[in-house]
């Protein structure tokens, strides 16, 4: 299956079309800008040391999606989950609002395509998407921002096509649940966003998404203070 080359967005859609919360704004765009190197190095070009869970996840993603279908990474960061995702045999296409992840992405996975959009404004055409992925491309956002992603996310998925969403669990999504403020040996400003899953997959569920899975993982190490929520739905035929 031979994909379109996505439209490029104009100076004004991507500021109109900035996925994450108001609170951040160009900040986080800046921040991923400023990490994006050392993100590569210190997180890993590939998802070979994640959890079972999440690999788990992401083959029972490619393989609900239907065959032969175009899926997209969307907030896909430097590219390590659509590089993984390329291997397990689907074609991929990868969305990030940041240049600096963007660069770092296609270098270090060639045989990806990558284009630069917001998750509010895509840079996709309606329906070409069997497949959609938000990878913790959420945890920046409002529950209001999130609202905004899915009616995109349910535009670019074909009827029946699935999304998958990872993200941290928490009590309440409608403001940040705190701020990171240095990471990757780099001073960002990221707000960070948990949310029940409950909550996310009503959210989605407003657009026409509906669940069909789900899974909660316990936290891991320091790093991860809180459970970590995986959703899988599917776009109403």
Known sequence: MTFPPPRALTSAEKTVASPVAPEGGAAVRG??????????????????DEAVWERGVLRVFVESSAPGAVVGDLGCGTGR?????????ASVVGVDLSPGMLRVAAR????????AGGMTRLPLASGVLGGA?????????????????AAEFARVLAPGGVLCVAFMMGPDGSAPASWLRHAYGHAVQLPVYRRPVDDMSAILGRHGLVETARVVRQPVGQHEPTPQGFVLLRRAA
């Open 108 to 115: 270090d996975h060639a045989q990806v395509g990558f284009a």
């Open 133 to 149: 992925l938000t990878w913790y491309s959420t945890v920046h956002s409002s529950d209001g921002q999130v609202d905004a992603m």
């Open 31 to 48: 921040s991923y800008d400023t990490v994006a190197e050392s993100y590569a190095e210190l997180v890993g070009r590939g998802m070979e």
């Open 81 to 89: 989950v659509a590089g993984y995702v390329r291997g397990l045999g």
